[in-house]
């Protein structure tokens, strides 16, 4: 099936390449029926490792919007997301993900995110990038100013 916004991102990922900006990843978001924001992987280009298109797609269409979430947008990415970009995804409250290649795809040329997934499932201290916790009493009173804010923006 040919869609026009999958195109764009498709195009995009060959955009990047070619740019020498970052790896081959172009994403689109679109609201109702037209795009919002759009963005290719400038990883290295900008020493950002979160800088990948869907993540700059993200941020560009908050802002265009005014808004934190995008609740009726719909993304349209050129390879399935990594973790990171899952989470800021749902953070973003998008409707729907529209992606083209697979996350094996990415694996085979070298963009392999299955060890993510793999160290979610481990204790913290047993990940490679062992996570220690450290002074929760203390940190519990930011959380507690919050509980109790009234004006709170909540999301
Ligand atoms: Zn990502």
Redesign the pocket.
């Known amino acids: 099936m040919n869609n026009p916004f999958m195109a764009r991102a498709i195009q995009l990922s060959i955009e990047g390449v070619r740019s020498g900006k970052g790896g081959p990843f172009g994403s689109v978001i679109v609201a109702d029926g037209q795009i919002v924001a759009e963005a290719f992987n400038q990883v290295t280009s900008s020493n950002d490792p979160t800088a990948?298109a869907?993540?700059l797609a993200i941020r560009a269409a908050c802002k265009k919007l005014g808004v934190f979430e995008l609740k009726n947008c719909e993304l349209y990415t050129s390879c399935e997301?990594?973790p990171?970009?899952l989470g800021a995804i749902y953070w973003a409250r998008l409707s729907r993900i529209y992606f083209a290649n697979t996350a094996e795809d990415a694996a085979k040329i070298g963009f392999d995110d299955s060890f993510i997934y793999r160290e979610l499932k481990e204790p913290h201290a047993e990940r490679r990038i062992p996570a220690i916790q450290i002074m929760r009493d203390e940190a519990l009173a930011g959380f507690r100013r919050w509980a109790e804010r009234p004006d709170k923006i909540p999301y």
């Open positions: 990948h869907e993540v997301p990594c990171m970009c």
